[in-house]
């Protein structure tokens, strides 16, 4: 399983290099933070035990939540996609007995469904790209622990335009963190557009 943990966070770690090369040598953009979702192109959403997602709110909010979709522009013209919070799986449960989080803290497993919508494949590392935050604004990196939410993406996870993947994505937080919103970047983080979703 070390074996297994090591190959992937290499693979991370260098594609995640790649990107970061490729987006300096592109020059300084503007950034910024899309909270706006798509219009009538959600997903079924789901929340499960802990409730992060709030399906309650009204249809037609102009703020991102659980189940809207998102466009997302890459550093690349032809590198764009759309990317759905599908789901969010509070206090999940390790993939085996031996995952488990720290002392202090908790799973949390997202589900994301990225469909390329560029001329270009979308070539990446998805764990790379998102992060959760909580309500003080702490932002917390994903993990390469696997859960019992469901399958994780492939590193990389290579998506044929036109086409998409769905995949969970897992982080660690402290076991009394409130979490308050999801993000999203393309290019394993470095594209200068996010995307953000309020739970």
């Known amino acids: 399983m070390s074996v297994r943990i090591s190959t992937r966070r290499t693979a991370a770690v260098l594609l995640g290099a790649c990107l970061l090369a490729a987006a300096t040598a592109c020059g300084p953009d503007k950034s910024s933070v899309s ?16 409730g992060s997602g709030d399906q309650g ?11 809207d979709t998102i466009g997302l522009k890459g550093t690349e013209k032809s590198n764009t996609a759309d990317v759905t919070l599908v789901k969010v799986v509070d206090n999940a449960e390790g993939a085996d007995e031996f995952t488990k989080p720290a002392d202090g803290k908790r799973f949390v497993s997202v589900q994301f469904r990225i469909k390329a919508t560029g001329s270009a494949a979308y070539a990446d590392a998805p764990a790379n790209s998102a992060k959760v935050l909580d309500d003080k604004g702490q932002g917390y990196s994903s993990s390469l622990d696997e859960t019992k939410a469901g399958p994780e993406f492939p590193v990389p996870a290579n998506i044929a335009p036109g086409e ?21 970047a393309m290019d394993s983080g470095f594209a ?7 739970l």
């Open 35 to 50: 909270t706006s979702p798509k219009a009538a192109d959600s997903a079924p959403a789901a929340s499960a035990s802990g």
């Open 57 to 67: 709110k009204a249809a037609g909010s102009s703020t991102a939540k659980l189940g």
């Open 164 to 184: 998409s993947a769905l995949g969970f994505i897992t982080f660690e937080v402290p076991s009394d963190a409130k979490l308050d919103k999801i993000q999203f």
């Open 192 to 198: 200068q557009q996010t995307g953000q979703w309020k």
